[in-house]
Structures are given as structure tokens and as C-alpha cells.
């Protein structure tokens, strides 16, 4: 088993659970030891994952582990969890005395004096943060490649974006460098990467995890998610992450508690019709996923949401506006660095991407802006989500595809944002609607890698995870 684990890291092909790994751990297998494979993978790699790697932190707390566990043995992961484990975060996610840039030269200098409800939740169950991840900047983007560090490549095919924002979180799991990392998704940036580079991952109902220490991009809509290489990996990390926090007034009392396997034969699925007319591959991917929930006797059933197709024009709307409220403290006086020690040209730090949004934003919440696109879009996403609402009545559960490709050439989107824009159409709909929705390996179409999107009611993620746990064992075990 130890040898299992060590030869496991930096492998694209293999992992190992955090069942498997404190099973080692009790076994032998020293904190230290494994922190410090997994450091070394981080530093041998040239995937560009990391932005901040956090080797003295991350042994001190491999050390403190150790010590817990020759103390207790097996008993020491009963109140923590997560111990020994070693993950990643998502370079907008603060931890007190640690870099966080958001990949924006706006913040390369600034160390946070404290840290996010989710880490330190993370942390007191036992887990060890290697670095802070790269990310499009200030997670405006599908493909990662909208740092101002460098690009993230994808861990399979170095030539491939790995999508985005969370694009250091996707590839750090699928290429070894950590066991699990968090990204965080305001229209799909869990959710796309993780199809992109076949892992799984969750975006939890709005509210669920608190996002005290995060910062905002578009408030109403984002939320911390875990990306794993095992939905039962993913389920542990979003039950410590949960629950209400007094820090956080958006936050909601909903502590995440895995449910067994759900009777197949008393689950209506629905399909969106509208989720059709895709890639003719990956639409076959729905098709198989169709086709296996009804071989376990689930009803399976065509769907509308006949709102969905405006998701992109809304988002744009809602989610810049809010964008540009909350990045305007990033002026160099509240935050973010100075240009040559000029206030004025503080914002030219930021990237192209951020400033189109910006500047989309600032109209949309100008006296004309407001009244003729602001409301009407927040009108329409209030039919968003009734869509949701009323075929909720009817099915317990909605499937599609994540995404409406595989990943791609590196710089084949850049010269197109609006078709970058456009690989989110299928994962929008469930941050406008604030509902859960996780990503699970449905197979390759080619070489590439591709998601099943699993969707569900408003506080029932566990069972959206429950049905996706039986599928992936079932149906995708080993393919990956």
C-alpha cells in the first residue's frame, strides 16, 4: 500500500482515495514522506498548476500529523477526517500569511491577514494545503489561460487548455500533483474543468459552502466546490466545507451528509430537450448515460427549460455587473498595487478579460444600463429558475453534458470570447438557479475526456452524488 501511494503521485493514470491513503498512513506510511513527494512533484512539473507552493507550511503541518498519529493511531482521523491528506486551493481563496493573487498582477503582493471559512474548516479536519492553484485572473475565463502567470496546461495533453477558471485545480488532481483541490464555480468553472480533464467535481446548492475568505466575482453566484479524482473523496471534503457560518449571511443551514445508494427504480430523470442538437459524440455520451439509468430501472424522460437558451445573455449581464461593484476596490488605495505608484493606473494591472467585464459591467449598471438590461435580466432569471422549479415537480433529477466540446488548442478561443462564452451554455443555468450540480467522467470521445452533468433540487445534493456515485462505479470504473 505505501508503495501503492508513492508510485501513485505525479501519475495521471492512477490514484489513490483518502480511504486508501490514511489506510497507509496508519500503516507506516509517514505525513512528512508523502508532503514531501507530492512537493516534489509540484516542483518537477510543467504544468504550471501552482502559483504559490507552500513547502515550510505544508511540513510543519505534516509533522504535527505525524505526531497525532503515533499519539492515536486510527483514532486520530475520527475527528479529523481529512488528516494527512495533501490538497491544493484555488489562488482566490485567502489563507492567512499566504500569497493570494487571483492570477492578477492587481494582487501580487498581497498576503491576506486571515483566512477562509472552508480552509480553516479543511484544516482543523486534518488537511494539508501544498500551494495555491492558478486560475484564470480573478476566475474570468473557461481555459485557464487567462493568468498573469502563464497559462495551465492539461495534464494529459500538454498542447489542450484544461478549461477554466479553475484550471491549476483540474490539472494539479488529474496530473498528481495534489489529491484533491477546491475551485470555485460562478458559471461552470468546477464544473468544466473537471469534464475537461476527467475528474469529478461538485458545485454545491448556493449558500451551502460559506465564502467568508473568497473573493467575489459575481456574489449571487459563486460558491467553493471540491474537485476529486472520487465523488466519495469529494463528498467528504464538501461535508467538513458545509454548513452555516456567521461570517457569511449568505450561507445556509445545510450540513452535507452522504445518502446510500438511491432505488433506481423509484428515480425520474429528466433530459432538457434544449440540452440537444450538440456535438453529434458528445450528445452520444447523454444517450449511453440515458440508456444506463433506465438499465437500473430508472424512468428516464425529456424535460423543457425553455428559459435556458437566454442563460448566456443573462449571465453576462448579471454576473459582469457584479463583477464591476466588487472589483472597484481594487483601485490601489483600498487594494491591489499601484502603476509605477500612480492611483489613476492602478486597474491597467488588470488583464484584457477582466477589463472587458468590467466594462460591460459598469454599463449594464448605468442609469440606461440598469433599466434596459440589469432588471430585465434578473426578470429573466427569476423564469430561470422557475423553469427549474416546475420540472423538479415532475423528475427527481436532470442529466446533460457539461460542456458543448472536449478541451481544445491552446489559443484556438482567445481571438473569440464570445465562443469561450458559449462552453458554458450547459452549466450556467444551475448558478443562476443557485442549484446543485457536480461533473462526472461519462468517457472519451476521441482522446478527450468529457463530463456528465448531474443536476438536482435546491439542498439535494446528496442525492444528485448518490446517483452519480452508483454510475460512475457501475458504468465508467477503470476507464480512466
Not at 143 to 169: C, I, Q
Not at 201 to 219: C, D, E, H
Not at 389 to 409: C, H, M, N, S, W
Request: contains cysteine; hydrophobic residues 45%; negative net charge.
Amino acid at each position: 500500500m505505501v508503495n501503492r501511494v508513492l508510485e501513485a503521485i505525479g501519475s495521471t493514470e492512477r490514484h489513490c482515495s483518502i480511504a486508501e491513503i490514511q489506510h497507509a498512513l496508519v500503516g507506516g506510511l509517514k505525513v512528512q514522506d508523502l508532503t514531501a513527494a507530492y512537493l516534489g512533484a509540484i516542483h518537477a512539473s510543467d504544468l504550471n498548476a501552482f502559483i504559490t507552493i507552500c513547502d515550510e507550511r505544508a511540513m510543519q503541518q505534516a509533522r504535527d500529523a505525524d505526531r497525532l498519529i503515533a499519539a492515536l493511531g486510527a483514532q486520530a482521523f475520527v475527528s479529523r477526517p481529512l488528516l494527512g491528506i495533501p490538497i491544493g486551493v484555488k489562488d482566490n481563496i485567502a489563507i492567512a500569511g499566504v500569497l493570494m493573487t487571483c492570477a492578477s498582477k492587481m494582487l501580487e503582493n498581497y498576503v491576506p491577514p486571515y483566512t477562509a471559512t472552508a480552509i480553516k474548516r479543511l484544516e482543523d479536519a486534518g488537511a494539508i494545503v501544498l500551494g495555491k492553484l492558478n486560475m484564470d485572473e480573478f476566475a474570468m475565463g473557461g481555459s485557464g489561460e487567462n493568468s498573469a502567470y502563464g497559462l495551465t496546461r492539461h495534464p494529459v495533453d500538454k498542447t489542450l487548455v484544461p478549461g477554466g477558471s479553475s484550471s491549476g485545480s483540474a490539472a494539479a488532481v488529474r496530473g498528481g500533483l495534489c489529491v484533491a483541490a477546491l475551485g470555485t464555480d460562478t458559471g461552470g468553472s468546477i464544473r468544466l474543468p473537471a469534464s475537461f480533464c476527467g475528474i469529478h467535481a461538485i458545485k454545491p446548492t448556493y449558500g451551502t459552502v460559506s465564502r467568508f475568505g473568497l473573493v467575489a466575482f459575481a456574489s449571487t453566484l459563486d460558491q467553493i466546490g471540491p474537485m476529486t479524482r472520487s465523488l466519495v473523496d469529494a463528498e467528504l471534503m464538501l461535508g467538513v466545507m458545509s454548513g452555516r457560518d456567521q461570517s457569511d449571511m449568505t450561507s445556509i443551514d445545510y450540513t452535507y451528509e452522504p445518502i446510500p445508494e438511491p432505488d433506481f427504480s423509484k428515480l425520474r430523470i429528466g433530459v432538457p430537450e434544449e440540452y440537444f442538437g450538440l456535438m453529434p459524440d458528445i450528445e452520444a455520451k447523454v444517450l449511453d448515460a440515458m440508456a444506463w439509468f433506465e438499465s437500473k430501472g430508472a424512468q428516464v424522460q425529456r424535460v423543457s427549460l425553455p428559459h435556458c437558451h437566454a442563460a448566456i445573455a443573462v449571465y453576462y449581464l448579471v454576473a459582469v455587473a457584479e463583477a464591476s461593484s466588487n472589483l472597484a476596490r481594487f483601485d490601489g488605495v483600498r487594494f491591489g498595487s499601484r502603476l509605477d505608484g500612480v492611483f489613476e493606473g492602478a486597474r491597467a494591472l488588470f488583464g484584457p478579460e477582466v477589463k472587458r467585464r468590467i466594462i460591460l459591467g459598469t454599463f449594464a449598471l448605468s442609469a440606461r444600463g440598469t433599466t434596459s438590461y440589469y432588471k430585465q435580466a434578473n426578470y429573466v432569471r427569476a423564469q430561470i429558475r422557475e423553469d427549474f422549479e416546475r420540472v423538479f415537480q415532475q423528475v427527481d433529477l436532470i442529466i446533460g453534458p457539461v460542456t458543448p466540446t472536449g478541451a481544445y488548442k491552446i489559443g484556438a478561443q482567445m481571438s473569440d470570447p464570445l465562443q469561450m462564452y458559449l462552453n458554458d451554455f450547459y452549466t450556467i443555468p444551475a448558478n443562476l438557479a443557485g442549484i446543485p450540480a457536480l461533473s462526472v467522467p461519462a468517457g472519451k470521445v476521441g482522446e478527450l475526456d468529457v463530463g456528465l452533468q448531474v443536476m438536482a433540487p435546491w439542498r439535494q445534493d446528496a442525492l444528485a452524488v448518490a446517483a452519480a456515485r452508483v454510475f460512475d462505479k457501475e458504468f465508467l470504473h477503470g476507464r480512466i
